[in-house]
């Protein structure tokens, strides 16, 4: 009721607002201005008869004059006259407002909710939120847990939040109530188990590796299961086991996943009883391409840049009597030492001689 109140008398404020600038009544007026003007033609007249009683001008004369001046009093005050124009009167004006302010609260009957309780800034959710951080919110959420411990959107929600903030053993728990309020699935099963693999710390969790292993069984699809499971089995060493829990989750891969080349190293390794020969290849090529830019040197010759890469990568794979063997060439074929600046910087940074002994 004093909401509506305030509106009527805001509505009929500002009605009468306009209704004052609408009257049309003149404001300010001078009284002034009118007087003043008579006045001027008073004192014209004057000087007629003065001129006719001095003798400036004949009887004829003067009466003539005083027509035109007639006449010139005459377009004056029709020129400086209102303008009658339609006077339409109040009503019209008042009918105007009455249904403006009609239509506004109107409007606002339908379309506002008047009804609402106030809901001071300090009460409201979302500014709340923002002044919440991931901590506060947490506290908040177990006080409303250990006081109901059956609000399932409350673990729904805590349980991945623990995990985020590392306290992994809380957020097994979590995901406990959460199967035991609302049962098991594929994916809260998972994410038990992987919470307990990140509680372990790397030592393993037998419960987990049930947990993965009954959910494969329930649901072949499940890939985050067999990578896991995969995982967990490459650690415990047994590799067959763990070849075909890779190959399982590459199988059910669409090609474009981000952990399938994790997956095809591992299934790799895996078929290697354990070996990973990744890094041993990959260092294998590198020596080719160096042993290739060598040769290239040694029989072409080649920019100093050039030298100072081959240089560079016999140092970093460790062979400094390669390095030095490379160094020693690449100073005969730029014996300046203003050409080689660089290459000296890095040749005898890594212990390499300029005379030609090997380190």
Same mark, same amino acid.
């Given at each position: 009721?004093?909401?509506?109140?305030?509106?009527?008398?805001?509505?009929?404020?500002?009605? &009468?607002?306009?209704?004052?600038?609408?009257?049309?009544?003149?404001?300010?007026?001078?009284?002034?201005?009118?007087?003043?003007?008579?006045?001027?033609?008073?004192?014209?007249?004057?000087?007629?008869?003065?001129?006719?009683?001095?003798?400036?001008?004949?009887?004829?004369?003067?009466?003539?004059?005083?027509?035109?001046?007639?006449?010139?009093? +005459?377009?004056?005050?029709?020129?400086?006259? /209102?303008?009658?124009?339609?006077? +339409?009167?109040?009503? /019209?004006?008042?009918?105007?407002?009455?249904?403006?302010?009609?239509?506004?609260?109107?409007?606002?009957?339908?379309?506002?909710?008047?009804?609402?309780?106030?809901?001071?800034?300090?009460?409201? /959710?979302?500014?709340?939120?923002?002044?919440?951080?991931?901590?506060?919110?947490?506290?908040?959420?177990?006080?409303?847990?250990?006081?109901?411990?059956?609000?399932?959107?409350?673990?729904?929600?805590?349980?991945?939040?623990?995990?985020?903030?590392?306290?992994?053993?809380? &957020?097994?728990?979590?995901?406990?109530? @959460?199967?035991?309020?609302?049962?098991?699935?594929?994916?809260?099963?998972?994410?038990?188990?992987?919470?307990?693999?990140?509680?372990?710390?790397?030592?393993?969790?037998?419960?987990?590796?049930?947990?993965?292993?009954?959910?494969?069984?329930?649901?072949?699809?499940?890939?985050?299961?067999?990578?896991?499971?995969?995982?967990?089995?490459?650690?415990?060493?047994?590799?067959?086991?763990?070849?075909?829990?890779?190959?399982?989750?590459?199988?059910?891969?669409?090609?474009?996943?981000?952990?399938?080349?994790?997956?095809?190293?591992?299934?790799?390794?895996?078929?290697?009883?354990?070996?990973?020969?990744?890094?041993?290849?990959?260092?294998?090529? @590198?020596?080719?391409?160096?042993?290739?830019?060598?040769?290239?040197?040694?029989?072409?010759?080649?920019?100093?840049?050039?030298?100072?890469?081959?240089?560079?990568?016999?140092?970093?794979?460790?062979? +400094?009597?390669?390095?030095?063997? &490379?160094?020693?060439?690449?100073?005969?074929?730029?014996?300046?030492?203003?050409?080689?600046?660089?290459?000296?910087?890095?040749?005898?940074?890594?212990?390499?001689?300029?005379?030609?002994?090997? /380190?």
């Amino acid at each position: 009721m004093i909401f509506w109140s305030i509106v009527i008398a805001i509505t009929a404020t500002s009605c &009468a607002a306009l209704f004052y600038a609408a009257a049309g009544r003149p404001v300010n007026a001078s009284a002034t201005q009118s007087a003043d003007h008579n006045r001027h033609f008073r004192l014209l007249l004057t000087g007629i008869e003065a001129d006719r009683a001095a003798g400036k001008i004949g009887e004829a004369e003067a009466e003539a004059a005083k027509a035109e001046l007639a006449r010139e009093i +005459l377009r004056a005050n029709k020129d400086k006259g /209102p303008n009658p124009g339609r006077d +339409l009167g109040r009503l /019209p004006l008042f009918a105007g407002l009455g249904a403006v302010a009609a239509i506004s609260i109107g409007l606002y009957a339908f379309l506002g909710s008047p009804d609402l309780p106030s809901r001071p800034l300090a009460n409201r /959710p979302e500014l709340a939120a923002q002044r919440l951080d991931l901590d506060d919110a947490i506290a908040r959420i177990e006080r409303q847990l250990a006081a109901n411990p059956g609000d399932l959107r409350g673990w729904i929600v805590i349980a991945p939040a623990f995990a985020e903030l590392g306290r992994f053993g809380d &957020a097994a728990n979590a995901y406990r109530r @959460i199967i035991a309020l609302d049962g098991p699935t594929s994916e809260r099963q998972t994410d038990l188990a992987e919470a307990l693999l990140l509680e372990a710390g790397g030592a393993g969790s037998d419960e987990a590796m049930d947990i993965l292993r009954a959910v494969i069984a329930s649901d072949p699809q499940h890939t985050r299961a067999h990578l896991y499971l995969a995982s967990e089995l490459m650690r415990t060493g047994d590799y067959d086991a763990a070849a075909r829990a890779w190959q399982a989750a590459i199988d059910l891969a669409q090609g474009d996943e981000p952990w399938l080349a994790a997956a095809r190293q591992g299934l790799a390794v895996a078929n290697n009883d354990g070996v990973d020969t990744a890094a041993d290849q990959e260092a294998e090529m @590198i020596r080719s391409m160096v042993d290739g830019l060598a040769s290239r040197l040694e029989t072409s010759g080649g920019t100093v840049a050039e030298w100072i890469r081959l240089v560079q990568s016999y140092i970093v794979l460790g062979d +400094l009597a390669k390095a030095q063997s &490379a160094y020693d060439a690449s100073v005969a074929a730029y014996p300046a030492a203003f050409d080689r600046g660089e290459l000296d910087t890095i040749a005898l940074g890594a212990g390499l001689k300029l005379n030609g002994e090997t /380190p």
